[in-house]
């Protein structure tokens, strides 16, 4: 049995899910609403303020599904209720981030500025030399910091560049002169 997959969801007061056919579970909260498709050979029961997942069978696949499906609810569930934030930190001389409206403008050495427009759901902060990406939906946090990210990763020798607060670099050693 899925140790993830068997455990009940809570469900905290005020918010509100609903599982329509095709397993497509909505779910309003505070901060928001989030609709998703789950697989359709799950069963989803909602029952004394919980969610239980199950499954009919215990082929490999329905087992991968179990504990998926259970994780992107509860991930849901989080989402509309305290939501879900990802710090960057920029390193390096020169480099900055600054915001207007929803752009976030971002100078990393290149010959020309990087323009990002923030996507539906998702706010960015800039403070100091941090970025901070917030929204209801983990994966596309995730992804939009990830894509922040890209612009200029961290690089080896002098860790200048763009990285997640919590990401340590592992630093290489420069050449080194003759002797």
Request: charged share 30%; hydrophobic share 30%.
């Amino acid at each position: 049995m899925s140790r993830i997959g068997k455990m009940p969801i809570a469900i905290p007061s005020g918010v509100t899910v609903n599982v329509a056919e095709n397993n497509t579970v909505t779910v309003k909260g505070p901060k928001g609403e989030l609709k998703r498709t789950l697989p359709a050979m799950l069963t989803i029961k909602q029952e004394d303020g919980q969610l239980k997942i199950e499954r009919p069978d215990d082929e490999k696949q329905t087992k991968a599904y179990h504990g998926l499906t259970r994780a992107l609810i509860n991930n849901m569930v989080v989402g509309v209720t305290e939501g879900y934030n990802k710090t960057l930190e920029i390193n390096g001389v020169g480099y900055r981030a600054a915001k207007q409206g929803k752009k976030l403008t971002l100078s990393l050495g290149y010959s020309h500025p990087v323009e990002m427009e923030d996507p539906e759901g998702i706010s960015t902060e800039v403070k100091d030399n941090q970025i901070i990406v917030s929204g209801i939906s983990k994966e596309a946090v995730g992804q939009y910091a990830a894509v922040i990210r890209s612009k200029r990763p961290p690089e080896p020798y002098k860790g200048k560049g763009i990285k997640y607060a919590d990401e340590r670099i592992r630093r290489k050693v420069g050449k080194t002169g003759k002797k």
